[in-house]
């Protein structure tokens, strides 16, 4: 049997995921998914009704199920049993069968003597009955400090079992441990923290794609499957350490790399006008939907005179090794053609608001049939057929890799920009996920509209955390 007890006070976070990970895992691990033989138990640990809602218990639980995890019929409140557990001491106190012993933890394995010795009576032991319920109730009331006090059960301190020489039943722990959760670079893990990011108004919500808990990170397109994969890669330990949100990405874009279909997505769109194509002229090219899947298919994209492609593909007095467009430099389009910028039109504050270029017909699909070399390769969208898309562009939500306070909040953790993307992307369901080439990983927001689609950046196609960190 395995279980994950949370405790319904917020929403779950990455560190989380871990634990669950963990003790739903083994048992899929040796029973294969298979109920019979195993049980996976969820059980809330409800014993602070002042912090506790509703919402909180069904989020977990969705949660748990999106990470691929079932209990079947096991699920359980503590609330429920507390009261039930407390009563049977009462009355193992009063029939004489427990005691309320001030030995402290290194005193009490001293009396339990060893293998070969028998242990010896607590000095506590034979306390009056009254006097124990009346300790046992100030324990429960919280008077005593951590490894004050106990209530043990009278056994057999002569017992060849160790474990049966009068065990410990109830003691007092102020701070539990547990298996140890996990920490990130550049957020927080702290339910009091992330509730202060929530009422504060630092972001949206709980789901909040730029929170770590679970629900944010499934609305910026994380799938279960990385989630899976990076906490069988961190392990278990059995102290707090901090991990690069660096491996977490890197987890998520292995998987992303497999199952999202790549689509072309213009952020910061710069016109470009192909004079010795014909204007009334459109054709539809060929373009594979992932590379690394061949079943995936392809789909049609609509080619004419005028294109969008990125501002920042372009420059008029390029750098060396500039391999991008500008004056006189040839690049090829991602399916399409290659073109040669011939001419710069620029706005009155000297601005470059349009590119007149050239193509030549011999190389549809982006190949020469002359073999000549084109190392720029950019990605673009058709004036005519492209659609407006509000996209999402997230950083780290805060500057610092261990942040402390509000004050360490990144102010441009979110920048929002209106794309241009390509028109069957209007269609898009919640939650699809797609690589936008050469821009990285996005997921369509439960914000999106038909009118106004919505992408959430998910993660970039190479790690940004490094240039970060510098």
Not at 296 to 312: D, P
Request: proline share 6%.
């Amino acid at each position: 049997e395995t279980r994950f007890p949370p405790e319904p006070n917020g929403y779950l976070h990455i560190g989380h995921a871990k634990s669950i990970c963990l003790n739903f895992g083994i048992a899929n691990k040796y029973h294969g998914g298979s109920t019979s033989g195993s049980r996976r138990h969820l059980r809330f640990e409800d014993t602070n009704p002042t912090k506790e809602e509703v919402e909180f218990v069904e989020s977990i639980k969705r949660d748990v199920q999106w990470l691929g995890f079932d209990w079947g019929q096991h699920l359980y409140y503590t609330s429920d049993y507390f009261d039930k557990l407390y009563e049977y001491a009462v009355e193992l106190i009063k029939k004489g069968k427990a005691f309320v012993c001030h030995l402290n933890p290194n005193e009490v394995r001293g009396y339990r003597g060893t293998l070969t010795e028998p242990g010896k009576n607590s000095p506590y032991r034979d306390r009056l009955i009254e006097d124990n319920l009346e300790l046992f109730e100030g324990m429960r009331r919280g008077e005593f400090e951590e490894g004050e006090c106990s209530l043990r059960a009278k056994i057999d301190m002569s017992s060849p079992n160790l474990n049966m020489r009068d065990p410990v039943l109830y003691r007092i722990i102020k701070n539990q441990i547990h298996h140890r959760t996990l920490n990130l670079t550049y957020t927080v893990m702290s339910k009091r923290k992330l509730k202060e990011l929530v009422t504060g108004g630092h972001v949206t919500g709980w789901d909040d794609p730029r929170m770590p808990t679970i629900s944010g990170l499934r609305r910026r397109g994380y799938t279960p499957e990385a989630i899976r994969k990076f906490c069988e890669v961190i392990g278990v330990s059995k102290a707090n350490s901090v991990v690069d949100i660096a491996l977490l990405e890197h987890c998520l874009r292995e998987d992303l790399n497999l199952r999202a279909p790549r689509v072309m997505a213009v952020l910061n769109p710069l016109r470009v006008v192909i004079d010795n194509y014909p204007e009334d002229k459109y054709e539809e090219l060929d373009a594979e939907n992932n590379p690394e899947d061949p079943d995936m298919g392809s789909r049609k994209i609509t080619f004419g005179r005028v294109i969008y492609i990125e501002q920042n593909d372009f420059c008029e007095q390029p750098p060396k090794k500039f391999f991008r467009l500008s004056p006189g430099q040839e690049v090829r389009l991602k399916h399409a053609y290659y073109i040669k910028c011939a001419a710069v039109i620029k706005d009155e504050e000297g601005k470059v608001v349009e590119i007149h270029c050239t193509y030549d017909p011999e190389t549809k699909g982006g190949w020469s049939k002359d073999g000549r070399r084109v190392l720029g390769t950019l990605h673009w969208v058709s004036a005519q057929r492209a659609i407006p898309a509000e996209v999402r562009l997230y950083s780290s939500l805060f500057v610092k890799p261990n942040p402390e306070e509000v004050e360490d909040l990144n102010p441009n953790s979110l920048i929002k920009c209106t794309a241009l993307v390509e028109p069957h992307l209007a269609k898009a369901e919640i939650g699809n996920r797609y690589q936008f080439l050469r821009h990285g990983y996005f997921c369509v927001d439960i914000d999106s509209t038909p009118d106004m689609p919505v992408f959430n950046q998910t993660v970039a196609l190479k790690d940004s955390w490094a240039k970060v960190a510098r």
